[in-house]
């Protein structure tokens, strides 16, 4: 004899004596074991409802229980077998009575649990998913019991001032498939309940809408939901109805629990059964047709949707799955098209497909291709900055979607239902692919791992563009090949802009537009930049004369000091072909100051680039704005002459010669920034590059002959000596520029702290020669200055160096020991320096020729004319006496 659950509590052998069914033990055992089995789980049911367990894990223990009871209750046999085990009227009428007491034991444990959480709603769809695991259970008394609690539930919401049932949207996708079962007994039942779910969702509406003044009706809901005490009649509006379940489930429910039913629907479209996952799909097709808008965690279903059709290629359901795409592109384009670029690429099949499916809805093309553009904006490869913050479903932390992206519109693009579009955004699309195909050449690709999407995506924008002239031109000159080598790919944008110039396309003015729209904000990366440049510079060319508008010379202005380099030179580039309309442009004088601001950049070949545009615009720039302008750019020049870069240092020094020469007639306003000038000037005579050598005298001869000074000697070139040549501009100096040798002397003081030898060298010659024609001009505590500076250049490592730096020394100590106290001698001495030029003899005889004679200059006679040394002395030995 089976245990029957070995009447293991002593409560249910008290029972068994007492009820008076306790004779029906031998006749229907099985009916006894699920009533006393009943009975215990019910009491252990509803003591954990009075517990303080944690409220989940009280329902995870409560549903275990259930589904024990479920099993037990609707597997004893139908009523018309417990009739026929009964030997009497009397045991059938008792048998009768028992079946019914066991489901309505059941029932009323769901009541008791409804009654005091909502939430435990969710048991009901437990139950709808067991009876249809198995058949055999009694699915007509389950959907009685699912109704009954439903409409109890619904009439208990009624006294609550908020509902919480969150588990609605998953039961109404069950109950919206029983509403079509074949078993018209369950298709009442179903329908009922859901019309009594469907009305504790609107009481859960109702704290939401009970502000806003639109009504129910307004809004358009059916009758449905409206007070009707008419409730026999009304569900029958869900019966085999699909569409009355879906606009009515579409309107009632809460955004997140549509999102559940629609969840819900879409799992069943993988049901081994094809009937059941063909209702899913068409109720789940009619939901989406009307209310997609208020679907959220699109991109969670995208996702499940790509994993069912990657699953199973020949899935029952595909069209049913791609058209719950394009329904979900139709409201929310942006979430869609994102996580359709977030798979891997190249993108397989199934993603071709979902894209195609998403590009089958005409009307939100404009949003789609908005969409792809932003992604577009990206740069593949780059690595996520914050990975917590990513609400990707990828795992890999690279941004590849711009690649998928690129890829996708290679099959969008030929879309006949987004020509209108692609007309939109021709310029924007032709922008970011030329960008992409950049980034892309970056990364190496190689064509038979992945291919060049971009490089695709742009042909197709052009056929699609009516330019397939323009891509045949292109292949020919072998521009798509240019385009995967990154060192050509700047030659691949030229050939692009230059061929869309030749055919005249007619998206120029928008193209224009836009390319100065974005030059004017700024794009995100420099990279961005080199490719706008290259485009806009190219068309301009063709469809404009020089000089430009005003407004686009306002961009090639700004870009001179863009901080990408390439973005520099391309735009100097421009501008020196604008050397012979340089009088015609209104702001000539803040194109050449942006140009000097070039001066300043950190790589040498944009500054190279600004001093050749420069010197070519002032050659044709008119005399009176090139006036206005010229002690700027002298003094511009000035920095650039002790360039770490030989070849910067000899064209900014001989361009500083031209400047002098070609404003020979303002030399009254240059005359202090070629003082300024001299000691670079001097000192890079010892340099080591011939170029700067050579430009060094060609700029001091303009020099001499623009002061006044000679210049016979820079002529002997055989028998150059850079000592003689500063004996010279020394003994010049004192004579037209006395007040400047303090100002030459401290400019001189900074070059030995050079790092290179030969500018050591010249230095200490140099402030040698300086302080001893213009020692009565310094002060002592100037002096002591210098006394310092030379101190740390004793200890040099060159021995030629120390050497020369002791004879410098030696010369200030003359100084410093000839000077006096008295304020009045002093100036008596200054005086008499004026007046009286001694005539100096070489003090270093540094690289001194053999036959060099020992007074290689001759002293040119100053106001009083020359005197001797031994005259000057006298004179101010007796005025010492005084």
């Not at 006036?627 to 000035?638: D, E, K, R, V």
């Not at 001299?678 to 080591?688: A, G, K, Q, S, T």
């Amino acid at each position: 004899m089976p245990l029957r659950n070995q009447r293991t509590i002593s409560s249910l052998q008290t029972l068994q004596s007492s009820v008076k069914w306790h004779h029906m033990e031998h006749k229907a055992a099985s009916l006894w074991d699920a009533y006393a089995g009943l009975l215990c789980h019910q009491s252990m049911i509803l003591a954990t409802n009075s517990s303080y367990v944690d409220p989940y894990i009280q329902f995870e223990i409560q549903l275990h229980i259930i589904e024990a009871a479920f099993k037990m209750v609707f597997s004893i046999p139908q009523l018309d077998e417990v009739r026929g085990l009964g030997t009497c009227a009397e045991d059938m009428v008792d048998l009768v009575s028992l079946y019914q007491n066991i489901l309505n034991i059941y029932e009323d444990t769901l009541l008791i649990l409804v009654s005091k959480d909502l939430y435990k709603l969710q048991i009901l769809k437990e139950m709808a998913v067991w009876m249809h695991e198995d058949s055999s259970y009694l699915q007509e008394r389950v959907m009685v019991i699912i109704s009954r609690v439903l409409n109890f539930a619904s009439r208990k919401v009624r006294e609550y001032t908020s509902v919480d049932a969150p588990c609605l949207g998953v039961l109404a996708a069950e109950l919206s498939l029983l509403c079509s079962h074949d078993d018209p007994s369950i298709t009442c039942q179903a329908s009922l309940g859901m019309y009594h779910l469907l009305c504790i969702a609107k009481c859960q509406n109702a704290d939401i809408e009970k502000n806003k003044p639109t009504t129910w009706a307004e809004r358009g809901s059916c009758c449905l939901l409206e007070s009707s005490p008419d409730v026999d009649f009304l569900p029958k509006v869900l019966q085999r109805n699909k569409t009355k379940i879906a606009q009515n489930v579409g309107q009632t429910l809460l955004p997140s629990l549509l999102t559940d039913f629609v969840w819900s629907l879409l799992m069943k479209l993988s049901e081994p059964d094809y009937k059941t996952a063909s209702e899913a799909a068409s109720i789940l097709n009619l939901t989406l047709e009307n209310y997609a808008q208020k679907v959220t965690m699109v991109s969670k279903i995208v996702d499940a949707i790509y994993k069912q059709l990657s699953g199973n290629s020949f899935h029952n359901m595909k069209q049913a799955l791609l058209r719950v795409i394009t329904l979900l592109t139709r409201t929310s384009p942006k979430k869609v098209i994102f996580q359709l670029m977030d798979y891997p690429v190249p993108a397989d099949n199934t993603v071709i497909l979902m894209w195609q499916a998403a590009g089958s809805e005409s009307s939100v093309a404009p949003h789609v291709l908005k969409t792809i553009l932003l992604i577009l904006k990206g740069k593949p490869g780059e690595m996520e900055e914050n990975q917590m913050d990513r609400r990707r479903f990828s795992l890999d932390a690279t941004n590849m979607m711009p690649v998928a992206a690129s890829q996708a519109l290679c099959t969008l693009l030929p879309v006949g239902s987004y020509k209108k579009a692609v007309a939109q955004f021709f310029p924007q699309l032709l922008v970011a692919l030329m960008l992409q195909l950049f980034y892309s050449t970056e990364l190496r690709l190689m064509p038979e791992a992945r291919p060049l999407y971009a490089q695709d995506a742009l042909r197709v924008l052009l056929n699609c563009s009516g330019l397939q002239n323009v891509d045949i031109a292109l292949k020919k000159k072998n521009c798509w090949n240019q385009f995967s080598q990154a060192l050509y790919h700047h030659h691949g944008v030229y050939l692009v802009a230059k061929t869309l110039s030749d055919y005249n396309f007619p998206q120029f003015p928008e193209t224009l537009h836009y390319l100065y729209k974005i030059s004017v904000e700024g794009p995100r990366r420099s990279e961005d930049s080199i490719i706008t440049t290259i485009f806009l510079t190219e068309l301009l060319n063709n469809f404009f004369r020089d000089p430009f508008p005003e407004e686009f010379l306002v961009l090639f202005r700004n870009w001179v000091n863009d901080s990408n380099p390439a973005v520099c030179k391309l735009s100097l580039q421009k501008l020196a072909s604008m050397a012979p309309v340089i009088n015609e442009i209104e702001n000539a004088c803040s194109l050449l100051v942006a140009i000097l601001g070039a001066f300043a950049s950190k790589d040498k070949t944009v500054v190279i680039r600004a001093l050749v545009t420069l010197r070519r615009l002032l050659g044709k720039l008119d005399k009176m704005t090139y006036s206005t302008l010229c002690t700027q750019i002298a003094s511009s020049y000035c920095p650039l002459m002790d360039h770490s870069n030989g070849g910067i240092r000899s064209m900014a020094i001989r361009h500083f010669g031209e400047l002098l020469r070609d404003m020979s007639q303002y030399m009254w306003m240059l005359s202090p920034v070629v003082l300024g000038a001299l000691v670079p000037l001097i000192l890079f005579l010892e340099d080591v590059e011939i170029r700067v050598v050579k430009a060094c005298k060609y700029t001091l001869e303009i020099c001499a002959s623009q002061l006044k000074w000679s210049t016979s000697y820079f002529q002997k070139d055989k028998k150059f000596n850079f000592e003689m040549v500063v004996l010279n501009i020394c003994n010049n100096l004192i004579i037209s520029h006395e007040s400047y040798i303090t100002d030459l002397i401290s400019d001189t003081l900074g070059f030995l702290g050079s790092s290179r030898t030969y500018l050591k060298r010249g230095a200490l010659i140099l402030i040698g020669y300086l302080a001893k024609l213009g020692g009565h001009l310094l002060f002592r505590d100037e002096i002591e200055v210098m006394f310092e500076v030379i101190e740390r250049v004793l200890r040099d490592e060159d021995p030629v160096i120390r050497e020369l730096a002791e004879r410098t020394r030696s010369i200030f100590k003359e100084i410093a020991h000839g000077m006096t106290s008295s304020t009045i001698k002093q100036s008596f001495r200054r005086v008499i320096k004026f007046i009286y030029v001694k005539k100096l003899k070489p003090l270093y005889y540094y690289n001194w020729p053999q036959d060099e004679e020992d007074s290689p200059t001759d002293m040119k006679n100053g106001k009083e004319g020359c005197a001797e040394e031994t005259e000057e002395g006298m004179i101010y030995k007796e005025f010492n006496k005084i």
